[in-house]
């Protein structure tokens, strides 16, 4: 069962340094990054296996049962995690203890609107409605959730009067955020110092239905859907990646083909989910859209 952002996903993380030290595991989503973020219902365990023998924690964590785990807290909140290796090898985890929550009486989360999900769709556990939520206070937006992604760039554009406001975030976006970047960097797309441009992140069902979106099932709902554009100019709108001279579908389409090959060609490392390109309106530019739904999706 779906109770948490960590699910029942399976993680293998890579120390920082120039060739990859030991693998750490966290349960089969394989990382290379030094930053990486994950969530746990209140007094759940998030659990390392395969720490080198060197290592060193720093945070709530403690030996249990032959492996690190890190220390059930029933407070939610923020907690940082940090292994280190005698040879300076680092890897710091964001650990997120959720606000819970119950689909069956609730709509609202202290205040904010959060609204219906649908449940039992297609019997898959990708889509088990959220049991609880990142409370985002305003010193954690400017987070880094990963090396080059923020928590703040994955907020609902809905409007609320509070400080605080709530969010999912699936460790599977990043990792798929980050190899796209990667590769958009590779073609001269994107600059060391700059990422992309996340016009949409996770999305409240209330929100998503006020904006005439009409599947109960996106997957922004999820926190593992982003829609996304490359904007080196600062201007707002997607960069002429195909050098034509114009901004318009064929932008987007370049950024979709690079991702398309990343699916292919990534040695298992690309986590399968949907991926499509959409045209420019009067309202916004042209995106490129990918989730990690757990199978492929094209439209």
Known sequence: MKKAILSCMSVVWFLTSASPAQAVEIDGLT????????????????????????????????????????????ESGH?????????????????FVLEPFNVDTQTKINGYKIGQYKTGYKGLESYAPPTGFIRVS??????????????GQFKCKQTYKGNDYYLLLEPSLLIKLELLLTEARKKGWVAEDSTFHIMSGWRSPDYN????????VSRHLYGD???IFIDEDNDGYMDDLNGDGKIDIGDAK????????????????????????????????????LDTRGYPARW
């Open 31 to 74: 990382v290379d990054l030094p930053i990486m973020t994950f969530s746990v219902l209140p007094g759940e365990t998030l659990t390392f296996e395969g720490v080198p023998a060197d290592a060193t924690f720093t945070g709530p964590v403690q030996r249990m049962d032959g492996h690190w785990a890190f220390i059930p807290q029933i």
């Open 225 to 227: 859907g982003a829609d």
């Open 79 to 95: 907690y940082e995690v940090k292994l280190v290796t005698s040879a300076g090898d680092a890897l710091i985890v964001n650990v």
């Open 138 to 151: 305003p010193d954690l937006g400017n987070i880094q959730v990963s090396p080059n992604f923020r928590l």
């Open 254 to 289: 370049a950024l979709e083909r690079l991702a398309q090959s990343l699916s292919i060609n990534s040695e298992g490392k690309w986590i399968k989910g949907g991926l499509a390109s959409y045209r420019k309106n009067e309202f916004r530019g042209p995106f490129v859209h």
């Open 209 to 216: 239905k006020s904006i005439g979106n009409k599947t109960s």
